[in-house]
Nanobody, 114 residues
């Protein structure tokens, strides 16, 4: 089995920064894709960013230039550095692992408000 545990969410003012982390444990294969998705109230879950085990990244247009995804393969951990946060970034952020099947974390709340 695989477990994903997220940390780092919270309340921040517009223009501020947060760093999310997601640690994966269990049967983790060396080749996989990890990423972050988010879901705002009343909206569908959407892609934020993904990163392959080889380091290739993909970002939603809405976060390009503001968010940076990275990973530590030795720790099976993925990070999301979020800068210049906006109120529209407010959502529950979910960690995602894809390796033959898809796994999800429990989610962490990010709120951007003055």
């Amino acid at each position: 089995q695989v477990q994903l545990v997220e940390s780092g969410g919270g309340l921040v003012q517009p223009g501020g920064s947060l760093r999310l982390a997601c640690a994966a444990s269990g049967s983790i294969f060396s080749i996989n894709v990890m990423g972050w998705y988010r879901q705002a109230p009343g909206k569908q879950r959407e892609l934020v960013a993904t990163i392959t085990s080889g380091g290739s990244t993909n970002y939603a247009d809405s976060v390009k230039g503001r968010f940076t995804i990275s990973r530590d393969n030795a720790k099976n951990t993925v990070y999301l550095q979020m800068n210049s946060l906006r109120p529209e970034d407010t959502a529950v952020y979910y960690c995602n692992l894809q390796q033959f099947r898809t796994y999800w974390g429990q989610g962490t709340q990010v709120s951007v408000s003055s």
